[in-house]
């Protein structure tokens, strides 16, 4: 079961702060904005997610249907899928995606440390 792209999900106090330190460490700007309190930064295959306000805690996250450069990928497997996968192994999902629904979905879940999983499919 590929889980695609893989990026974590930082909840940052100061965009503008975490978005100079990110750079420091050889990050660039790959998408988001300012304005929208939100970046992702990119080093090689690496992706950080800068969020300032939008959630409370960081997120792990793979993007079903990605590469790591937002590419369309021309084979994947569908987060509903994913998420049958999941509930097959006895996972409790936090949130579930509509399995009759075909497209962009997500599914969530906790690990037992209490880190939260973001299975996001934009395609």
Do not use: C
Request: net charge negative; proline share 3%.
């Amino acid at each position: 079961m590929e889980l695609g792209a893989f990026s974590i999900s930082l909840a940052v106090k100061d965009l503008n702060i975490s978005k100079e330190f990110y750079e420091k460490l050889g990050f660039t700007v790959f998408a988001g904005d300012l304005k929208m309190n939100y970046l992702i930064m990119k080093n090689g295959n690496a992706l950080v997610g800068l969020f300032q306000g939008m959630f409370p805690k960081n997120i792990l996250t793979f993007n079903p249907g990605w590469d790591e450069n937002a590419a369309a990928l021309s084979s994947f497997t569908d987060v509903r899928k994913i998420q049958a996968h999941l509930k097959n192994k006895k996972l409790k999902l936090d949130q579930e995606a509509d399995e009759k629904s075909t497209g962009p979905a997500s599914i969530m879940l906790t690990d037992p440390d209490g880190n939260q999983i973001l299975i996001d499919q934009h395609v």
